[in-house]
């Protein structure tokens, strides 16, 4: 089987690779990445300042799922700056994924990383954390006038990262927005924002920032994750590629986001739980779904979703 897949002209060694967020925030972080079977290197968010981020506990898990208010912790961008050509040495994709506080910061940003020539720019548009931002993706008006602007100042190819919509009059108002802003993919779908766990034990929330509210990620949201992957695709009709994020613990998750639409994966809550090892065991995984089938690629089930 051929593993490789190839996503706004850059060929990956496999469909299938770390979020953002997940274990890359540090330079160690970031090269256990790139000496693990990850197909790419996804960055943590990179902001214009150095973060600690919000207090902990801040990431949890539950049963079938995790919460987290991490508060955007990351080196500062410049850190990236001096990182990313380091990274490329390991020869797979390098994604930088950034975030501002103000369009002026996203500029600011995106101009010095496209300059390092990452090999993808990942602009995040749904970071559900940060105490008076709300998800930029939420405000249609907002989203389009700042991709138009990062457009602008960006020479790689560039996605957007965005929250879960649920109806589909939001999916066909920015389906339409990202065909005018030029992206050249986009990531789907980011945690979904300030849910709510409490411990049956003690009647408390189970993370500090925010009142116990944050991003719900892991198996719990997976049809939530296919659904916004099929929504897009069906959308796009191939023009443009989507990266599926959202509840992959296996090899038959990640078969489903193929057949919903994604062209590869990437791995949150379970690379944070599993760790590196986690690429090895859903590359064999995914492997034997695809032999099964008959194909001759995992390219070749991406979109073949069948209806009623
Ligand atoms: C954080 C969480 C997110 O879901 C995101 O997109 C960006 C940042 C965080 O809290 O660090």
């Known amino acids: ?18 979020a ?43 049963p079938h799922g995790s919460i987290n208010s ?30 501002g506080f103000s369009p002026a910061e996203f500029l600011d940003i995106a101009t010095a990383i496209d300059a390092v020539k990452p090999d993808l720019m990942e602009i995040n548009l749904s970071c559900p954390n940060i105490e008076g931002h709300p998800q930029i993706a939420y405000d249609f008006e907002t989203a389009e006038q700042l991709l138009t602007r990062i457009r602008n100042v960006v020479n790689r190819p560039m996605g957007a990262k965005l929250p879960p919509y649920f109806d589909p009059a939001h999916h066909d108002h920015m389906a339409t927005i990202l065909k005018r802003c ?31 509210f944050g991003g719900l990620g892991g198996a719990i949201i997976k049809p939530v994750a296919l659904a916004n992957v099929r929504a897009f695709a069906l959308r796009f009709q191939g023009h443009i ?40 065991r859903l590359e064999q995984e995914l492997t034997t779904i695809v032999e099964r089938k008959g194909l001759r690629s995992a390219t070749e089930a991406v979109g073949r979703l069948k209806e009623f």
């Open 1 to 18: 089987m051929n593993p490789t897949v190839e996503i706004a002209g850059i060929t990956f060694p496999t469909c299938i690779m770390n």
């Open 241 to 280: 590629p989507i990266i599926g994020v959202g509840g992959i613990e296996t090899g038959q998750d990640i078969y489903e986001h193929l057949l919903a639409g994604a062209s590869a994966v990437q791995i949150g809550t379970a690379f944070v739980e599993e760790g590196p090892q986690v690429f090895v």
């Open 182 to 212: 030029g992206v050249n993919f986009i990531s789907v779908i980011n945690s979904i924002g300030n849910g709510l766990v409490i411990n049956p034990e003690t009647d408390a929330v189970i993370i500090k920032p925010k009142g116990g």
């Open 70 to 99: 991490m508060g955007l912790p990351n080196l500062g961008y410049q850190a990236y700056v001096d990182l990313i050509p380091r990274l490329k040495e390991f020869k797979k994709p390098v994604i930088a994924s950034i975030a």
């Open 20 to 62: 953002a967020g997940a274990r890359c925030v540090t330079a160690e972080e970031l090269e256990a990445i790139g000496n693990s079977r990850s197909g790419a290197i996804v960055t943590k968010s990179m902001t214009l300042n150095a973060r600690d981020g919000n207090p902990t506990p801040r990431y949890v898990t539950f």
